[in-house]
């Protein structure tokens, strides 16, 4: 045990989302109450479903053996808005994220709970996943490998450098993510910007402890409607997507412009946190000087490769860029 613990027999709850979500909604309620270690509330943030979701959620709360709350929008507030409503409502000193489709293992709440009690300092914990198919059966492939998760990513977060791994790319999906309640603190309001799972990932990161588990504990369905979901790219997929990219219509700009929109919004929320160390301000300082970088480079096409030259031999594209040289090639070849 850290010798930093003090935390025992921590409440958990569960934070659940619905759309239309009649088909796989069931099972994934089961599931979360087949826990071997009970949650204590559970809400639920119904964005307007027309399926007879709604109607089921009622009918089910009545007899779950646990407090429940039902939120039902009376028009969409979108994926990151209602996300934000439910996990505000719950009453517990950690918040599980849930998914509508899904099945959660039985030891998921026990295991992460575990990790939250043994450490004060973790802000946040994710998982692994076993992926299924629509009718549940296993695709042979975890999350992780899905996400070509890097043994020297894992080491970066295990050595307390997330944040870092973290500006790069996002390799936190919320349906396996718990946090404390207190996170929100810091990482209210959710911009619309980032993935919810990213941006509690990047506050989590910076405030305190991320703890990354390579146990699965959910089966994560990929059924084609997921509102976010995962697709391995074949190495030539990979050229296809590339290509793409260098002659779609949409100028690369927009997208530069899009990271430097973000980059904007995570250092200056980061500069006004009071519990953010120098440390993981500058990382984001850095990481906004590269968006503006990316976002201003000259429209000369000449001019452009040499400058992408230089800065791709200070290291800067493999520091910033999942895919850095993807990115070169980009950068030299459209504006």
Not at 73 to 85: K, M, R, S, V
Request: with cysteine; glycine share 4%.
């Amino acid at each position: 045990m850290d010798s930093s613990s003090t935390s025992s027999s921590l409440t958990s709850g569960v934070a659940l989302i619905t759309y239309n979500g009649m088909k796989y909604l069931p099972q994934q309620l089961n599931s979360i109450l087949a826990q071997n270690r009970a949650v204590v509330h559970i809400v639920v943030s119904d964005d307007h479903s027309t399926d007879g979701t709604w109607e089921y959620l009622e009918a089910w709360a009545k007899h779950a053996p646990v407090r429940v709350t039902l939120v039902r929008n009376d028009t969409q507030l979108g994926l990151n808005a209602n996300f934000e409503q439910a996990i505000s409502l719950v009453e517990a000193d950690i918040v599980f994220a849930s998914d509508q489709d899904d099945v959660w293992l039985p030891s998921k709440v026990a295991l992460l709970a575990a990790v939250f009690e043994d450490d004060d300092r973790v802000q946040l914990v994710h998982t692994d996943a076993i992926l299924v198919d629509a009718g549940g059966r296993d695709l042979g492939m975890t999350l992780f490998e899905e996400l070509e998760v890097s043994e020297a990513e894992r080491r970066a977060v295990r050595a307390d450098d997330a944040f870092r791994i973290y500006c790069r790319r996002n390799i936190v999906t919320g349906a396996t993510v718990a946090f404390r309640h207190n996170l929100l603190l810091a990482a209210r309001p959710l911009p619309n910007m980032f993935i919810h799972d990213a941006w509690l990932a990047l506050i989590a990161a910076s405030t305190g402890r991320i703890v990354m588990l390579d146990t699965p504990t959910i089966q994560y369905r990929q059924h084609g409607a997921n509102l976010i979901g995962v697709k391995r790219l074949s190495r030539l997929e990979k050229l296809r997507q590339l290509w793409w990219a260098i002659n779609r219509p949409r100028p690369l700009k927009a997208t530069t412009d899009k990271l430097l929109a973000s980059s904007v919004i995570l250092h200056a929320r980061l500069s006004n946190q009071l519990n953010v160390t120098p440390a993981h301000v500058k990382v984001a300082y850095e990481t906004l000087q590269f968006a503006k970088y990316r976002s201003n480079l000259s429209a000369n096409p000449v001019a452009r490769c040499f400058a992408v030259a230089a800065v791709a031999l200070t290291g800067r594209y493999h520091r910033f860029s999942f895919e850095p040289w993807s990115d070169v090639l980009r950068d030299m070849l459209k504006k």
